[in-house]
Antibody, heavy 120, light 108 residues
Framework: VQVVESGGGLAKPGGSLRLSCTAS????????MTWVRQAPGKGLQWVGR?????????ICAAPVNDRFTISRDDSKAAVYLQMSSLKTEDTAVYYC?????????????WGQGTLVTVSS | EIVLTQSPGTLSLSPGERATLSCRAS???????LAWYQQRPGQAPRVLIY???NRATGIPDRFSGSGSGTDFTLTISRLEPEDFAVYYC?????????FGQGTKLQIK
């Protein structure tokens, strides 16, 4: 399984950015996918998750759930993280990961990450 | 919401030694929902252990996980140079995913 993120870059406070993630080597329609971020020099912080095509249900962590939205396009084997009302504290490397087992919730394959910098 | 507390924050050992890393949950959790990850500098994390004790594909057998209830342990039986990294535990429950703050394993 290979996961690749893109779309990171510099954004201004209050601005928006959309990250993309593509996955291959798996049956994407059945895949649960998640976003995790890591601020510079800090630990891992879960951002949100989207269930498989049949459900599409999403959930985001409390610090971002009124500003970030996750979606998927199964025709492109892609998931997206739409970030709005960005704050400087959203600066981080954003990882996309495949949830290998919906019951255990472990993140079986990770992308290399994409850096988002929020600064004026 | 479950809080995971890892200890120690930093562990200094020599190659060949045994490493024992702890992850404590704020309340009892299912063993099915506890995973461990390794993150080397400049790299993405990778899963080592899931379901508290199941090694992920390709993970050497010097890595083992154990525990139940609120206390979980990652053991590295004999440290190799490439094992010096940061380790995170992670829980999944109630549709939420939670990480511990990490243990840095450094060369003594």
């Amino acid at each position: 399984v290979q996961v690749v993120e893109s779309g990171g870059g510099l954004a201004k406070p209050g601005g928006s950015l959309r990250l993309s993630c593509t996955a291959s080597g798996l049956k994407f329609d059945d895949a649960w996918m998640t976003w995790v971020r890591q601020a510079p020099g800090k630990g891992l912080q879960w951002v949100g998750r989207i269930k498989n095509k049949g459900s599409g249900e999403t959930i985001c962590a409390a610090p971002v759930n009124d500003r970030f939205t996750i979606s998927r396009d199964d025709s492109k084997a892609a998931v997206y993280l739409q970030m709005s009302s960005l704050k400087t504290e959203d600066t981080a490397v954003y990882y996309c990961a495949w949830i290998g087992d919906a019951l255990t919730g472990h993140l079986a394959s990770w992308g290399q990450g994409t850096l988002v910098t929020v600064s004026s | 919401e479950i809080v995971l507390t890892q200890s120690p924050g930093t562990l200094s050992l020599s190659p060949g030694e045994r490493a024992t890393l702890s992850c404590r949950a704020s309340q009892s959790i299912s063993i099915n929902s506890l995973a461990w990850y390794q993150q080397r500098p400049g790299q993405a994390p990778r899963v080592l252990i899931y379901g508290a004790s199941n090694r992920a594909t390709g993970i050497p057998d010097r890595f083992s996980g154990s525990g139940s209830g609120t206390d979980f342990t990652l053991t590295i039986s004999r440290l190799e140079p490439e094992d010096f990294a940061v380790y995170y535990c992670q829980h999944y429950g109630g549709s939420l995913y939670t990480f511990g703050q990490g243990t840095k394993l450094q060369i003594k």
